[in-house]
């Protein structure tokens, strides 16, 4: 019993040094597994870090910005309200405009020698034909 005992603590010490082996084996592989997964790791930090400090100064230009406008926008001069309204020179204008109006429509036929043949009747058809000098 007792040889029994010992011949299978020994198995499973044989056993235990195998995976011990197999662990010292693979230790150059994992150190190189753990160098490319730290280089990436500071490779993402630093590209973090990159954009937060682009995202700060973008905050703050866009802040100095905000500021820029708002003292931009400050009234200099006050506008200033006219001491004599202006009525009597539209007036003009608008009698003026008035009675070249009348004129004008009271004489088509000065029209037509102005700017040409407003229209023009063709003999071949019975249509009149719209024509508009260009």
């Keep these: 019993m007792e040889a029994k005992r010992l011949r299978q603590e020994e198995k499973e010490l044989k056993e235990q040094i195998v995976l011990y082996q197999r662990r010292i084996e693979d230790t150059p592989r994992r150190e190189q597994e753990l160098i490319f997964l730290t280089r990436d790791y500071d490779l993402l930090k630093t590209n973090y870090q990159s954009l937060l400090d682009k995202k700060m100064q973008a905050q703050m230009a866009q802040n100095l910005e905000r500021k820029q406008q708002v003292n931009s926008l400050r009234i200099l001069d006050s506008a200033r309200i006219p001491e004599k309204t202006d ?22 036929n000065l029209v037509s020698r102005i700017n040409g043949s407003i229209f023009s009747y063709s003999p071949r058809t019975s249509k009149t034909i719209w024509e508009f000098p260009l």
């Design 87 to 108: 009525q009597t020179r539209s007036r003009q204008v608008l009698l003026v405009g008035a009675s070249f109006r009348a004129r004008l429509g009271f004489r088509p």
